[in-house]
């Protein structure tokens, strides 16, 4: 079985500062790990995804993950926050092997201040 | 492409009353998930449908039933509502091909509050 951690619920930080929100799983088996982002009243939204390859992957609007297998983490970051950034973002796993049951953190909320 | 679509938005339902929650996918997929989504405890999966004329349980299961009723479309039935139940009910599909399975789309969610 699965899980996810994420270990910030809520993470305040000002405009143009960097920000990291951390996400560590547990797997007994090798996983494909997700970020996903949810802005307000809004469903969630594929952000970056990590298959296999480079252990660095980007997303197009300047966040990065990296994949760290001997920690089992997957912290999220990006150099410089921007107000529009404001929303909760949520790590997902699911086993390698296949499957049908992603599963995800429990969320942490950024909240960028101007 | 709409991609993943759900009806209603928001509902209140009285304890006992029952609803259908529905949704509907464009983008040829032949995976489709149903979770509820409650503060501080991330999603969970009640339902989920690997491809067409299959469903299985999730992690919640208890109070719901689904039916696929075709390639497009997943619905959620809530037979006897009950005040746990209150959240917000996500709709999402995925590829799903060859029995390996990535990134899920997710409709826009319907808030139900139970009283």
């Known amino acids: 079985a699965q899980s996810v951690t994420q270990l910030d619920s809520q993470v305040p930080v000002f405009e143009e500062a960097p920000v990291e929100l951390r996400c560590n799983y547990s797997s007994s088996v090798s996983v494909y790990l997700f970020w996903y982002v949810q802005y307000p009243n809004q469903g969630l939204q594929l952000l970056l995804k990590?298959?296999?390859?480079?252990?660095l992957v980007e997303s197009i609007n300047g966040f990065e993950a990296e994949f760290n297998k001997s920690q089992t983490s997957f912290h999220l970051r990006k150099p410089s926050v921007h107000i529009s950034d404001t929303a909760e973002y949520f790590c997902a796993v699911i086993p390698n092997t296949g499957g049908f049951k992603t599963i995800f953190g429990a969320g942490t909320r950024l909240f960028v201040k101007a | 492409n709409a991609g993943v679509t759900q009806t209603p938005k928001f509902q209140v339902l009285k304890t006992g009353q029952s609803m259908t929650l529905q949704c509907a996918q464009d983008m040829n997929h032949n995976s489709m998930y149903w979770y509820r989504q409650d503060p501080g405890m991330g999603l969970r999966l009640i339902y989920y449908?690997?491809?067409?004329?299959?469903?299985d349980k999730g992690e919640v299961p208890n109070g719901y039933n689904v039916s696929r009723l075709n390639k497009r479309e997943f619905s959620l039935r809530l037979e006897s509502a009950a005040p746990s139940q209150t959240s917000v009910y996500f709709c999402?599909?995925?590829?799903?091909?060859?029995?390996?399975?990535?990134?899920?789309?997710f409709g826009p969610g319907t808030r139900l509050t139970v009283t």
């Open positions: 990590y298959l296999s390859g480079s252990t």
């Open positions: 999402a599909s995925s590829v799903g091909t060859s029995g390996r399975v990535y990134e899920q789309y």
């Open positions: 449908s690997a491809s067409e004329g299959t469903t």
